[in-house]
């Protein structure tokens, strides 16, 4: 006979778009929210008894509900103000808010710019026993540098094709994910922080390699701000192959890339205190 193991159940992608009304001028909020529950609801599986099973489609207006009131650039705030409430109900053990929020440019006081890859992403996890989580990040954050980075002395054998280079171009979509313990009073201000530094650090040091880069980012931001209990980054590298204009007859001057998506190199490393 089976045994039911570990399950959950829940909503995802619920998009939501806020205005935050000023006098003069107005902020505006665009944000998918996942909630995953866990609870006591093995009788659904094994049974076909739905009684402790909160449905999905409440989860989503839930997040609207809920929206009007404490949606605001305190991602981590709304994350927290929905676990509280699905932990009131009592067949649910624990609650894991993810938020992913679109950026958008200001142009004038009432309008906006968007359409780029970055997103500020925020989690809440809680359980009914007080434990629990709340973590921050960015994702998306595509950026390139065309020098300040090198990549040389590594192992050779038979199948190394690849030469060594003491100064090359450097792209990556950055996607950081950082623990906050305490959470800091002002986490959208924290955000703002961390997503400088990881900029700062990337354009404004030289690095050996994609790991040494993400270590030089994690040791800034640690260094800066204590809330950040550890950062795990992950740095997909994009490269930018040379074009060999010799075919041609040119020059070749190592000025001409061809970019492509894959495959790709794919760095990760998390940094701890």
Known sequence: MGRLGENRWGKSEVRVSKIHRGDERDEFSDVAVQVLLTGDVGAAHIDGDNSQVLPTDTMRNTVYGLAQEHLTDDLEGFGSVLCEHFLQRDAIESASVSIKENRWARETATGFIGGGSERRTA??????????????????????????????GFPRDEFTILPELDDRLLATSVTADWVYQPVPADTSATWELVRGLVVDSFFGEWSASVQHQGWLMAE??????????????????????????????????????????????????TVTR
Do not use: C, M, W
């Open 123 to 152: 989690q809440v996890v809680q359980d009914t026993s007080g434990g629990g989580s709340v973590s921050a990040g960015v994702d998306g954050l595509v950026v390139l540098k065309t020098r300040g980075s090198a990549f040389s």
């Open 220 to 269: 800034t931001v640690l260094e800066r701000v204590p809330e950040i209990a550890e950062i795990t980054f992950h740095l997909p590298n994009q490269h930018h192959l040379p074009f060999d204009l010799t075919r041609f007859g040119l020059e070749n001057e190592g000025t001409v890339f061809h970019p492509v998506s894959e495959p790709y190199g794919d760095i990760g490393l």
